[in-house]
């Protein structure tokens, strides 16, 4: 059997799956601050129509143009490996796969959505785009698509992640990005809460904040905001890594996938990965859909299904998400993407509806996943992938237990190679579990979401 698959460039998906066609039970809108569903022209401010259209979409599939095909050739199709050699190492009967989004230029699953997004801001006239970023991944995938289609790019990044991680600032800025530390000056928001917490690590909620002020503050009209992870759209552009895999593991002659795993932060790499597989365990198939996430920040393991902001200032309208509260701090942990207050509101609702079982994992077993995984098959993950690695080896491991054939798939969602100061503590010691109890999460949710609308599906 081969370690990897190739796909040809003319086997890409040429259309996006949306897991909304099918998920049982109603999709909840957005709502606005008065509790009422928002329209349309409500979000024109923040995101071109051509998005917000797609955002509110019901479509099954919807067509890539071939403006952002051209675009996603540069390192698309990505492969899929066999890690024959950590099979090996855990002596698993399991077969694991990977998919490797860490072959794109930003060095991770970002930029599918990144050069859509630009493309379709770019088609409705704007030249400028503000973004946050966590760990930096994010940002770096913005300006790097910007810097493609010759627009402006904005980036807040979580301070704390700015002082982790210099290197992101620096990759940003070679694309033309400018990237500010959040909470910042530049911003009413960044201000108020400097003046109130000036030693803040930040957050992903803050810096929403602060890029959806730079945006709508604009009032030449020709800037927008653009998120990460977390909305329709997002999910919608990663399908193509699943529904690039389902072609890969057939032409690798695997008829069954038993266990579909991703990490989980906003949901964006996870949904990729996961919804083209979500959709056949919907018409009958027998696969376990696992997203995990930081036992430090929890939100599907932890947290009731809510109505919740997607920031700090509430600018944002309300979404129906699994949440730990829009004025969550996260603790500082290496893995800045998984720090976000809020789970994408598909993958909620799939939670809810019993399509997937949610895991949080502690920082140290992530990291001794990452080593094992850097030690055997060479690849040096992000430690946000390292959370996906070490919920594959649990895995592999009860199948050997269980004496059990099965298939496991990860999304392997980035490299590492800007996040070694993360290793390196971990290597030194320096690091521990941090983990929300019970009582954190329900005086983090009092904090903020008590009150808020309850959505039903
Ligand atoms: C490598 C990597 N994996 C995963 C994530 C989590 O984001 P999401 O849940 O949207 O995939 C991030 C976010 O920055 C990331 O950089």
Known sequence: MPTKIFLSEDEIPRQWYNLAADLPGTIN??????????????????????????????ERWIDIPEGILDLLYRWRPSPLHRAIYLEKALDTPAK?????????????????????????NKEFGIKRLTTETGAGQWGSALSHACALLGMECKVFMVRVSFEQKPFRKSLMQTWGGKCIASPSNETQVGRDILAEMPDTPGSLGIAISEAIEAAVGDKTG???????????????????????????LDKFGIKKVDTVIGCAGGGSNFAGLAFPFVQDKINGADIEIIPVEPASCPTLTATPFSYDFGDVAQMTPMLP???????????P??????????MAPLVSH???????????????????????????????????????????????????????????????????????????????????NIAMSAQDVEESIGISIAGHPVPKI
């Not at 020709?222 to 529904?243: A, C, F, P």
């Not at 998400?321 to 603790?331: D, N, T």
């Not at 290496?334 to 809020?342: D, E, F, P, Q, S």
């Open 321 to 331: 998400m699994h949440s730990l509260g829009h004025k969550f701090i996260p603790a």
């Open 96 to 120: 694991i796969f990977y998919k490797n989004e860490s072959v794109s230029p930003a060095g991770s699953h970002k930029p599918n959505t990144a050069v859509a997004q630009a493309w379709y």
């Open 222 to 248: 020709k800037t927008r905001y653009s998120l990460g992870s977390v909305l329709n759209h997002v999910m919608l552009h990663q399908t193509i890594i699943g529904l690039e895999a389902k072609k890969q």
């Open 333 to 342: 942990i290496h893995a800045g993407g998984l720090r976000y207050h809020g």
């Open 350 to 432: 799939a939670v809810e509806a019993g399509l997937m079982r949610p895991m949080a994992i502690k920082q140290l077993e992530c990291y001794e996943a990452g080593l094992m995984f850097a030690r055997t098959e060479g690849l040096v993950v992000a430690p946000e992938t390292c959370h996906a690695v070490a919920c594959a080896i649990r895995s592999a491991k009860e199948a050997k237990e269980e004496g059990k054939e099965k298939t496991i798939i990860f999304n392997l969602s980035g490299h590492g190679l800007m996040d070694l100061a993360g290793y390196e503590k971990f290597m030194a010691g320096e690091l521990q």
């Open 29 to 58: 809108p957005p709502l606005g601050q008065d509790g009422n569903p928002i329209s349309p022209d409500m979000l024109g401010a923040v995101f071109p129509m051509n998005l917000i259209e797609q955002e509110m979409s019901q």
